[in-house]
């Protein structure tokens, strides 16, 4: 069995289906939310993965965008986006992000959309990963929410370890150690790469690997314009950050 996982699509049509060419048909995908927000087509990420993905959870956009949660939190694009998304949101879209809970614990690992029990928290630094670690006895938990591919891991000792995936890698998961695998994003990456990135797991060979490939950005930023969504979403795209 293989696992594919995507996280962040944020309504980015042209990236979600170029990484849908890197599955297999027998891959379990999962996704770690946040599949809408910032792009320009919200239906039609949501009815692709609604269709695919056999296991998904629920990020602070998709929240927003049904329940209008947290959005005073957003920055001004941020929530320029949602309140547009909440408005071209349809109803099948709409219901199937409802149905999501904010986390999926499996015997061998958990997915959640920031990190464990606080849920829409960043994990950016080694504190947070540690604090992260003490809120779950999951060995191996996938997360998004910061755009960025990077993997932390806790030694016997408790000590942490981090590396980033900028231009995609693999991970050999040790016995006797913990790791958070940071998926990155489908739909708007910020490690100054613009490539769009998704994870493979492999229980069997106990393997993590990072894909980046390449989808049409210029389309996806004419989209945004045509939308009249804020340009830096557009802009920043080419960027990687």
Same mark, same amino acid.
């Given at each position: 069995? &293989?696992?594919?996982?995507?996280?962040?699509?944020?309504?980015?049509?042209?990236?979600?289906?170029?990484?849908?060419?890197?599955?297999?048909?027998?891959?379990?995908?999962?996704?770690?939310?946040?599949?809408?927000?910032?792009?320009?087509?919200?239906?039609?990420?949501?009815?692709?993965?609604?269709? /695919?993905?056999?296991?998904?959870?629920? #990020? @602070?956009?998709?929240?927003?965008?049904?329940?209008?949660?947290?959005?005073?939190?957003? @920055?001004?694009?941020?929530?320029?986006?949602?309140?547009? $998304? %909440? /408005?071209?949101?349809?109803?099948?879209?709409? @219901?199937?992000? @409802? $149905?999501?809970?904010?986390?999926?614990?499996?015997?061998?690992?958990?997915?959640?959309?920031?990190?464990?029990? &606080?849920?829409?928290?960043?994990?950016?630094?080694? &504190?947070?990963?540690?604090?992260?670690?003490?809120?779950?006895?999951?060995?191996?938990?996938?997360?998004?929410? $910061?755009?960025? !591919? %990077?993997?932390?891991?806790?030694?016997? *000792?408790?000590?942490?370890?981090?590396?980033?995936? %900028?231009? #995609?890698?693999?991970?050999?998961?040790?016995?006797?150690? /913990?790791?958070?695998?940071?998926? #990155?994003?489908?739909?708007?990456? /910020?490690?100054? *790469?613009?490539?769009?990135? +998704?994870?493979?797991?492999?229980?069997?060979?106990?393997?993590?690997?990072?894909?980046?490939?390449?989808? *049409?950005?210029?389309?996806? %930023?004419?989209?945004?314009? *045509? !939308?009249?969504?804020?340009?830096?979403?557009?802009? &920043? +795209?080419? !960027?990687?950050?």
């Amino acid at each position: 069995m &293989r696992y594919a996982i995507v996280s962040d699509v944020h309504s980015n049509l042209e990236s979600l289906e170029s990484a849908f060419k890197e599955i297999a048909a027998e891959d379990v995908v999962m996704c770690l939310g946040d599949m809408v927000g910032y792009g320009p087509n919200p239906n039609e990420c949501v009815e692709l993965l609604r269709n /695919r993905v056999q296991h998904a959870v629920l #990020g @602070n956009h998709d929240l927003a965008a049904i329940e209008n949660f947290g959005i005073e939190y957003f @920055n001004d694009a941020a929530r320029e986006a949602i309140l547009w $998304t %909440q /408005r071209v949101l349809d109803d099948p879209a709409r @219901n199937w992000l @409802n $149905t999501l809970g904010y986390e999926l614990r499996f015997p061998e690992f958990l997915l959640v959309h920031g990190a464990p029990v &606080r849920y829409f928290d960043y994990i950016l630094e080694k &504190r947070d990963a540690a604090d992260a670690f003490a809120a779950t006895d999951a060995p191996l938990i996938f997360v998004g929410h $910061t755009h960025v !591919a %990077q993997h932390w891991v806790q030694e016997p *000792n408790g000590s942490i370890g981090h590396r980033h995936a %900028q231009r #995609g890698g693999e991970l050999i998961l040790e016995p006797g150690k /913990r790791y958070i695998v940071d998926a #990155g994003s489908v739909g708007q990456p /910020r490690d100054m *790469n613009p490539e769009a990135c +998704l994870v493979f797991y492999e229980p069997e060979d106990r393997r993590v690997r990072w894909v980046r490939y390449s989808y *049409n950005i210029p389309r996806t %930023q004419r989209k945004i314009r *045509n !939308a009249h969504l804020p340009a830096y979403l557009a802009d &920043r +795209l080419r !960027a990687g950050r």
